[in-house]
T-cell receptor, first 114, second 116 residues
């Protein structure tokens, strides 16, 4: 039973380029969450999606960041015109939406902006 | 969701029990206590959760005080691989409250270092 799959595991971009991070939830899970972890800092919630809907994007920066979870295919976190401050580990998690509501996390995608 | 307070770091000898405390004095009646951990550079891992009663699974035990204002996560026989940041999170159960937001908010956690 595959867990949450994230790719790429490592991504290097130059300032101004776009970064696309993909997340395939666990089988049967329809809830996806994205978190960001800056170097030496804690996990910060970014966005919570259910299939085709954004439920909570209170942690998403207002500009350059977007997320989607289409009916078919993985969830995508897109960062346009990356800056050095976007360098971080981006973790995706999924859940079934039923009790006990635990989130299962992927191994993360590490973005480095040069 | 209620706030939690955890010590920033703790040490434990390998093979001994690790007892990680968490204060959640403002917890309300419909809030659960969840514990996660993050081993360096890996994704966080669910450990256990509880509401009122003590809970045990293959990873750990969770002891919640009668007034629910604090809890303790117990790793009965800590190993070197248990070195990680442990997060105590309090959250309303959305399936009980008619809500639909299942997100978890992580604090700074406790860095547990298991020493040989």
């Amino acid at each position: 039973n595959a867990g949450v799959m994230q790719n790429p595991r490592h991504l290097v971009r130059r300032r101004g380029q776009e970064a696309r991070l993909r997340c395939s939830p666990m089988k049967g899970h329809s809830h996806v969450y994205w978190y960001r972890q800056l170097p030496e800092e804690g996990l910060k919630f970014m966005v919570y999606l259910q299939k085709e809907n954004i439920i909570d994007e209170s942690g998403m920066p207002k500009e350059r960041f977007s997320a989607e979870f289409p009916k078919e295919g993985p969830s995508i976190l897109r960062i346009q015109q990356v800056v050095r401050g976007d360098s971080a580990a981006y973790f995706c998690a999924s859940s079934s939406g039923t009790e006990p509501g635990e989130l299962f996390f992927g191994e993360g995608s590490r973005l480095t902006v040069l | 969701d209620a706030k939690t307070t955890q010590p920033p770091s703790m040490d434990c000898a390998e093979g001994r029990a690790a007892n990680l405390p968490c204060n959640h004095s403002t917890i309300s009646g419909n809030e659960y206590v969840y514990w996660y951990r993050q081993i360096h550079s890996q994704g966080p891992q669910y450990i256990i959760h509880g509401l009122k009663n003590n809970e045990t699974n293959e990873m750990a035990s969770l002891i919640i005080t009668e007034d629910r204002k604090s809890s303790t996560l117990i790793l009965p026989h800590a190993t070197l691989r248990d070195t990680a940041v442990y997060y105590c999170i309090v959250r309303v159960a959305p399936w009980n409250s008619g809500g639909s937001n299942y997100k978890l908010t992580f604090g700074k956690g406790t860095l547990l270092t298991v020493n040989p």
